[in-house]
C-alpha cells in the first residue's frame, strides 16, 4: 500500500508562485515515476509534470505550463514537489500527486487526495 500526501496549495495572486509537495509511505518510492495532475470544474484531468523513476532524469510538463513549473524528487524523503512559477487564473485546481510503480509505463495506481491552488486575477 502506497499512500501519497500532497500539500502547500492555497491562495495566491495572478504572477505568484506556489511550491506543492507529495510525500510518500512506501520504502521503494525510488522505484516509481511520479506526476503531478490537476483538475478544475467543468474540465478534464489533465497532467501537468512527471517525473522519472531513480534519479528522475527524465521529466515531463504539458505545454500548458512549460517553463512555468518544474518538478522535481527527493528519494531521500520520499517526496516529490511542483514548483510553480508565474501563476494564472487559469491554473486553479485541484492539484493531485500520483505514483506509476510499473517500470516502463505511465500507469499511475497511487493517488493522493489532492490540494487546492486557487489563482486569482
Known amino acids: 500500500q502506497v499512500q501519497l500526501v500532497e500539500s502547500g496549495g492555497g491562495l495566491v495572486q495572478a504572477g505568484g508562485s506556489l511550491r506543492l509537495s507529495c510525500e510518500a509511505s512506501?520504502?521503494?518510492?525510488?522505484?516509481?515515476?511520479m506526476g503531478w495532475f490537476r483538475q478544475a470544474p467543468g474540465k478534464e484531468r489533465e497532467r501537468v509534470a512527471a517525473?522519472?523513476?531513480?534519479?528522475?532524469?527524465?521529466?515531463y510538463y504539458a505545454d500548458s505550463v512549460k517553463g512555468r513549473f518544474t518538478i522535481s524528487r527527493d528519494n531521500a524523503k520520499n517526496a516529490v514537489y511542483l514548483q510553480m512559477n508565474s501563476l494564472k487564473p487559469e491554473d486553479t485546481a485541484v492539484y493531485y500527486c500520483?505514483?506509476?510503480?510499473?517500470?516502463?509505463?505511465?500507469?499511475?495506481?497511487?493517488w493522493g487526495q489532492g490540494t487546492q491552488v486557487t489563482v486569482s486575477s
Open positions: 500520483a505514483a506509476a510503480p510499473v517500470v516502463g509505463s505511465d500507469l499511475y495506481l497511487y
Open positions: 512506501s520504502r521503494t518510492f525510488m522505484m516509481y515515476a
Open positions: 517525473i522519472s523513476s531513480g534519479g528522475g532524469s527524465s521529466t
